[in-house]
C-alpha cells in the first residue's frame, strides 16, 4: 500500500532563505506527483505536476525534483518571501488513479 | 474564470439532520472526488465519480451520500448516519482520473452544533 512521508512536519526560515521541502513515497511505481499549497482555512492551490517521465518542474520560484528510484521529490522555494508561508502537501495517484494519497504536509512559516 | 465552486463555506448541523455541500466546476472534468480534512489524519478520500450517473466509494463513504446527474455537479449529502461529521471537505476534479492534474475547491467547514 502506497504511503506518502513529508519531513519536517514544520518549519520556520527568515526571509530571503533558500530552503527544501521534502517528500517520499513507498511505492516507487507512480504515475505523476504533484504538490499544492494550503492556506489557513482554504482549500488546495495546485502548484505544480511532475510526471514520471520528467525530473523536475520549475514554476517562479518554486523548483520540483522528482527521483523515482529512490521514491523521493523534493520543492525547492528559492528567496523565500512571509507570502510562501502555507502548509506545503505532496500527493502521488493510486494505480487505478482514483485516489491521491496525501502526506501530511510540512507547515511553513517565513518571518520578516 | 474557470474552477471549483464549493458552497457554503461554513455549514452547521443539528443531531439528527442531513446536510448536503455543493460543488460545481467548469472545466469540463469527466472526474470528480470528495475529500475529509481533519488534524492530524490528513486528507481521506469519502466517493469519487468517473462520468455522470456513475460514482465508487472512496475509504471512508460510510454515513455519506452523492449523485453525479450532471457533469459539472457532484453534490455530497452527509446524513444522520455520519457520527462525526465535524471536519473540512474538499472537493476536486481532474479530467481523466488522477493521471492528470487535480483541482480542488475552497472547502467547506461543517459544524455540528
Known amino acids: 500500500k502506497q504511503e506518502v512521508t513529508q519531513i519536517p512536519a514544520a518549519l520556520s526560515v527568515p526571509e530571503g532563505e533558500n530552503l527544501v521541502l521534502n517528500c517520499s513515497f513507498t511505492?516507487?511505481?507512480?504515475?505523476?506527483l504533484q504538490w499544492f499549497r494550503q492556506d489557513p482555512g482554504k482549500g488546495l492551490t495546485s502548484l505544480l505536476l511532475?510526471?514520471?517521465?520528467?525530473r523536475e518542474q520549475t514554476s517562479g520560484r518554486l523548483n520540483a525534483s522528482l527521483d523515482k528510484s529512490s521514491g523521493r521529490s523534493t520543492l525547492y522555494i528559492a528567496a523565500s518571501q512571509p507570502g510562501d508561508s502555507a502548509t506545503y502537501l505532496c500527493?502521488?495517484?493510486?494505480?487505478?488513479?482514483?485516489?491521491?494519497?496525501f502526506g501530511k504536509g510540512t507547515t511553513l512559516s517565513v518571518s520578516s | 474564470d474557470g474552477g471549483i465552486t464549493q458552497s457554503p463555506k461554513y455549514l452547521f448541523r443539528k443531531e439528527g439532520q442531513n446536510v448536503t455541500l455543493s460543488c460545481e466546476q467548469n472545466?469540463?472534468?469527466?472526474?470528480m472526488y470528495w475529500y475529509r480534512q481533519d488534524p492530524g489524519q490528513g486528507l481521506r478520500l469519502i466517493y469519487y465519480?468517473?462520468?455522470?450517473?456513475?460514482?465508487q466509494k472512496g475509504d471512508i463513504a460510510e454515513g455519506y451520500s452523492v449523485s453525479r446527474e450532471k457533469k459539472e455537479s457532484f453534490p455530497l449529502t452527509v446524513t444522520s448516519a455520519q457520527k462525526n461529521p465535524t471536519a473540512f471537505y474538499l472537493c476536486?476534479?481532474?479530467?481523466?482520473?488522477?493521471?492528470?492534474?487535480?483541482?480542488f475547491g475552497q472547502g467547506t467547514r461543517l459544524t455540528v452544533v
Open positions: 476536486a476534479s481532474s479530467e481523466q482520473r488522477f493521471y492528470t492534474e487535480a483541482f
Open positions: 511505492d516507487s511505481a507512480i504515475y505523476n
Open positions: 511532475i510526471q514520471s517521465s520528467q
Open positions: 500527493a502521488v495517484p493510486n494505480q487505478a488513479g482514483t485516489a491521491l494519497i
Open positions: 472545466l469540463n472534468h469527466d472526474a
Open positions: 465519480s468517473q462520468i455522470v450517473n456513475d460514482f
